[in-house]
């Protein structure tokens, strides 16, 4: 097999086969690091490599790229492009997906080695992590926005428009025929307006909760689904995959039912009629930390709990949005529930993220966990 190096020659670096040095330092790091062959045959890969495609080292060396990811992936036009035109190249937003490896969103940058025609060195990075707590915490402003209106809309809105569901009920004692149907119109037009703005007053909850605890996310989930079951989604198959091993949430246990409660209801309604599916998974994953506003040290988000539903998805042009306030893809609807969802996810310092394509929508959660003290998990753990 080839003799390659990590860096041109010129650099003073000699191949890795031969500086255990240079290999222990391709090997610290934390993104996956490929060494593609002229004839697509893979080099080298790092530790991490490893960890992503879920194969050995040597396993690697007897394949391809193209045996590790679908054929038709963006990556391997990449590696062509950078192999015929002798420069580095970058693409974001990849989607690397398999049975093998899950799914992941990558950005892949690659570059040609110097000393060797035709090979290409592939450094494949995570953006899922960092863009679902990016976008978390783009959703808590959003939230933030709406608690202060719902503030002002309460108090100058509210009062007045009870003066005139009085004055229509009065009027309606001393009219007749359509006279009636128009007084009537008003007090149900005025119920309406008022039950709007109580649903945007849940946003002007305080953002720090004191009545937290160790919360069993399963017990939370078989409440939520129990509900759905017996009622608005009893026309749908559900799917059940969890870690029974996961440890407490930090959480508020009637909170967090209202989170998933509205989340499976979201998904119920999505779901098509005949042949709807909603999957519930939950898993630990380790690494995942997030600096909250005001806190000392980053707390760790390794509790997840995915919502997937089988439906026509969410198009394009409201999926970036579908957290922020008065967007809704339902006839009829206030755009208040996804909201709502992303400030108690946000107020138990979690995240949460979207993806969506047609017939695979996923709403991701990532939770804290309960130290022994009953508190958030942190960067001592």
């Not at 953002?207 to 996310?217: A, H, K, L, M, Y």
């Not at 559900?238 to 930090?250: A, G, I, N, Q, W």
């Not at 998805?313 to 992303?342: E, Q, S, W």
């Amino acid at each position: 097999m080839t003799d390659i190096t990590a860096i041109p020659p010129d650099n003073g670096v000699t191949p890795i086969k031969d500086d255990p040095d240079g290999a222990a330092v391709l090997n610290a790091l934390p993104d996956p690091v490929l060494v593609i062959g002229p004839d697509g045959d893979i080099l080298y890969a790092n530790n991490a490599a490893e960890q992503l495609f879920r194969h050995s080292r040597t396993h690697m060396r007897e394949r391809t790229l193209a045996d590790l990811i679908p054929h038709d992936s963006p990556v391997l036009l990449l590696v062509e492009r950078v192999r015929q035109g002798e420069s580095s190249m970058s693409q974001h937003g990849v989607r690397l997906e398999t049975p093998r490896i899950g799914e992941h969103l990558v950005r892949v940058d690659g570059a040609p080695m110097a000393d060797q025609s035709g090979s290409v060195v592939l450094t494949i990075k995570e953006q899922s992590v960092a863009g679902k707590i990016d976008r978390s915490l783009t959703h808590r402003d959003s939230t933030r926005s709406i608690s202060a209106m719902a503030a002002v809309l309460a108090h100058e809105i509210k009062n007045p428009l009870s003066g005139v569901r009085g004055a229509a009920q009065l009027l309606e004692q001393s009219v007749s025929g359509d006279d009636t149907q128009l007084t009537r119109l008003i007090v149900e037009e005025t119920d309406r307006v008022v039950a709007l703005i109580d649903r945007m007053e849940a946003f002007t909850g305080d953002t720090e909760f004191d009545d937290r605890s160790p919360v069993n996310i399963h017990e939370v989930l078989e409440r939520v689904l129990t509900l759905g079951k017996a009622g608005f989604a009893r026309h749908l198959r559900f799917v059940e995959t969890y870690d029974p091993s996961l440890p407490p949430v930090h959480g508020n246990r009637d909170r967090l039912i209202q989170v998933f409660l509205n989340l499976v209801k979201n998904a119920a309604e999505a779901a098509p009629e005949e042949g709807g599916e909603i999957t519930v998974t939950t898993a630990y994953q380790h690494g995942v930390r997030l600096q909250a506003p005001g806190g000392d040290m980053p707390m760790q988000l390794p509790l997840v709990v995915t919502i997937q539903d089988n439906g026509p998805g969410i198009p394009d042009d409201l999926r970036r949005h579908i957290f922020d306030p008065f967007v809704t893809t339902k006839p009829g609807g206030t755009g208040l529930g996804l909201p709502l969802v992303a400030k108690l996810i946000g107020d138990h310092g979690g995240v949460i993220d979207l993806d969506s394509r047609p017939r695979r929508t996923v709403f991701r959660i990532m939770l804290p966990i309960a130290r022994d003290d009953g508190q958030e998990g942190t960067n001592n753990e």
